[in-house]
Each structure stands twice: as C-alpha cells, then as structure tokens.
C-alpha cells in the first residue's frame, strides 16, 4: 500500500478528468479488463469507494454479483478461437507485471486490486471511522509508468499519448458535424480555419483530423497530411459507421454513474 492522503475536493469534473484520462491512456489496452474497471470503480466514488463499492464493475454473466474472488480472466469457452489463442500469452505477461511488485499471477479480481495498490494506481486509507476507502492516485499514472511493458506495448501506447493530446479538438471539430441536434454529411474548410475553431494552430489542425480519419467513419478529399495549411477541402463523415465504432464518455449521471454511448456493435 503506498502512503497517501485522499484528495482534498474531489469534485464531478475532476471525477471526469480523471475518468478521461483513464480511457485515453493505455488503461483501456491493460488485460484482465478488471485492470480498467476497477480504476473507473475507484474514479467515479465521491469520498472513495470501498471494495462493495467496486463490484458493479466487476458484473457480467459469469459473474452476475461482481464478486472480487472471481476469476478474473474470461472462460475460455466464452471467447472466439482468436481471443483463446492470445489468452496465455495475456496472462503471462500479467503474472509478470504482477511480479514485478512480488505479487503472484493473477487470479481473481482481488488479486488484480492487490496489484493496482502494490503498484500505487489506487491507495487505501481508512475514514473518520476507520473503514478502509480506496482512492485514486491523480493525476492517473499511465501503464508505462508503473509496469515493464514490452518495446511493442510502450509504442503503441506512447502514440496512444500523443492522440489523446488530440482527442479535445477532435471532438470540436466532431461538433461542427452536429449543429443544432442536425447532422451534416460533409464540411468545407481549410486547416487556416480549422486552426481557428480549435483554437489552435494548422498542425492542431492536421493532427486532430488525422485523428479523425483513424478510425474510418471520417475521410478527407485531400490527405491532410501534406495539404497546405490554407488549401480548401471536405471532411465527410459516415454516420452509420460514426455509430458503429464510436463511444463516448458524458461525464456522470444524477445517481453518479459514469454515462456512455456506445458503439451499436456492442449494444
């Protein structure tokens, strides 16, 4: 367990920074996912959650009250033969982070807790009456800095980084497509006036569309990659793939859950 002190405040949007920073980082790549639940869990909490407060997250089919002692890796039964090979492997390389703190392999989604607290992700301190609450470390470490990641992992997740720095005004322009409730199929622009309307310069520009057009429900008529800053083009988007592989995280709900949209693959 690693000695702190919980937050003074910890106001909605700081639960919602802290919750986007999660989502943006590695976390969501980190196996098993009670890794990235069990972080959400301990975000969204008000004055910490205890560990019955972590166990919605932890819910499934096979889990159906989110017990901590469950397992915490899928059965294999349940996954198609391309998530069954890449399994072992999985869990080799958690047996290793877990080592790296003298923990063992991963078991049940204790375990995995035990882990985020060894490695200082989250930290447990009693209240004023003395019930042990855990809270999240902020702002939130990012995989690379508490675990050995592979060359291969690190990379991927170092771009990961540098997206996110993106991620805001990717959203803005995504705003553009959606005035008033309506949704247009295309817009005409240049990065000069996207630079404006992100307030930010061209190459804010060109790497948020670049963003943009990663994940293939928006395309360009020129390769922003090369434009110059003040050439006119189209930017499209594809509504019915947008709703397919788009989430979204809208901050929280009333009753304090995390509110999110996702993609209708998933629904």
């Known amino acids: 367990m690693v000695a702190s002190t919980p937050p003074a405040s910890w ?7 802290y919750l986007q920073q999660v989502m943006r980082s590695g976390w969501s790549r980190m ?3 009670s890794l990235l639940f069990l ?17 919605p997250g932890l819910r499934n089919s096979e889990n159906p009250q989110g ?12 996954l198609d033969e391309d998530e069954q090979a890449r399994q072992p492997q999985l869990i080799e390389t958690a047996a290793l982070y877990a080592a790296h703190y ?44 508490v675990f050995p990641l592979d060359e291969e992992e690190a990379a991927i997740q170092r771009q990961m980084l540098i997206d996110s720095a993106y991620e805001g005004p990717s959203y803005r322009i995504i705003e553009l497509f959606e005035p008033d409730g309506l949704r ?32 293939g429900d ?24 947008f709703d397919k592989k788009r989430i979204g995280i809208h901050g929280m709900t009333e009753d304090g859950k995390l509110a ?3 993609p209708s693959d998933l629904d």
């Open 31 to 33: 196996r098993p996912y």
């Open 67 to 78: 017990d901590l002692e469950a397992p915490c890796w899928e059965d294999p039964d349940d």
């Open 11 to 17: 106001t909605e949007q700081d639960r919602e920074y």
């Open 260 to 262: 999110v949209t996702l």
């Open 218 to 241: 928006f395309t360009t008529t020129l390769d922003v990659a090369n434009v110059p800053s003040h050439k006119v083009f189209r930017i499209r988007c594809a509504w019915e793939q």
């Open 184 to 215: 247009r199929e295309e817009i005409v622009t240049s990065l000069d006036r996207m630079a404006r309307l992100i307030e930010g310069d061209p190459q804010d520009a060109r790497e948020a569309i670049r963003l943009l057009t990663e994940v």
């Open 102 to 145: 003298g923990r063992p392999p991963l078991r049940t989604h204790a375990d995995v807790l035990d882990l985020l607290l060894a490695a200082g992700v989250v930290y447990e301190v009693p209240n004023a009456v003395g019930a042990p609450r855990i809270f999240p470390k902020v702002p939130a470490p990012v995989p690379a800095d």
């Open 39 to 55: 972080l959400l869990g301990a975000g969204i909490a008000e004055n910490g959650a205890t560990r019955e407060d972590l166990k």
